[in-house]
């Protein structure tokens, strides 16, 4: 699976928009994009995911650059319970590569008043 | 309503005792894992199951066994407790992934958290 790279730790004020950046620089053509995000300990839970569109749902928004090399997680009104470590994650989804995730060090987003 | 179970929720348990972290999901998916996690920092993926009479080992080296003899069960078990197996244990699940593209996302449950003094 491809490497991501993500910044250790973001702050957003309460209200805004939340961008969190992804690097997979090294991304092949048949591997997703994954988000996921883990509050204060709790079991990790899934965002979203693409593969070369951009998505939205009713958490977030995933804007993937035309080279695929790049990603944005964005959160539009970011809310205190929004405060949480957020996971990158590329797949592919076959069983030759196996379907464990490898969640890495993430970002750790701080929601602030 | 589906979800996936895991008990006890917190375990402190002396050095030397055997015990069974227990994990089930009621949402019939195949695949199952668990993951170790210290106080922050990485997820580390122990162990996982394709479906039923089928484990293989993780990332992380572990000193836990689990066992798949049904579907919705996917119990860990630590033989002998020590002090450096004191971290929280997370059980997730997924399916194989249908549909064009598949959702292919986990499910956790709350974790265990286990002390062992």
């Known amino acids: 699976d491809a490497k991501t790279t993500q910044p250790t730790s973001m702050d957003c004020a309460e209200g805004r928009a939340a961008n969190l950046p992804c690097n997979h620089s090294?991304?092949?053509?048949?591997?997703?994009v994954y988000w996921y995000r883990q509050i204060h300990s709790q079991g990790p839970q899934y965002i979203i995911h693409?593969?070369?569109n951009n998505e939205t749902n009713e958490m977030a928004s995933l804007i993937i650059t035309e080279d695929r090399k790049s990603s944005t997680l964005i959160l539009p009104h970011a809310t205190l319970r929004d405060t949480a470590v957020y996971y990158c994650i590329v797949r592919t989804l076959n069983s030759n590569s196996g379907y464990a995730l490898n969640f890495g060090k993430g970002t750790s987003l701080l929601v602030t008043p | 309503e589906a979800d996936i179970y895991q008990t006890p929720r917190y375990l402190v348990i002396g050095t030397g005792k055997k015990i069974t972290l227990e994990c089930s999901q009621t949402m019939g998916h195949d695949k199952m894992y668990w993951y170790q996690q210290d106080p922050g920092m990485e997820l580390h993926l122990i162990h996982y199951?394709?479906?039923?009479?089928?484990?293989e080992k993780g990332d992380l080296s572990s000193e836990s066994t689990v066992s798949r003899i049904r579907t919705e069960h996917f119990p860990l078990t630590l033989e002998s407790a020590r002090p450096s197996h004191t971290s929280q244990y997370l059980c997730a699940s997924s399916a194989s992934g249908t549909g064009t593209p598949p959702n292919y996302g986990y499910t956790f449950g709350s974790g265990t958290r286990l002390t062992v003094v």
């Open positions: 199951s394709y479906g039923v009479n089928s484990t």
């Open positions: 090294t991304i092949s053509g048949n591997e997703y």
């Open positions: 693409g593969l070369k």
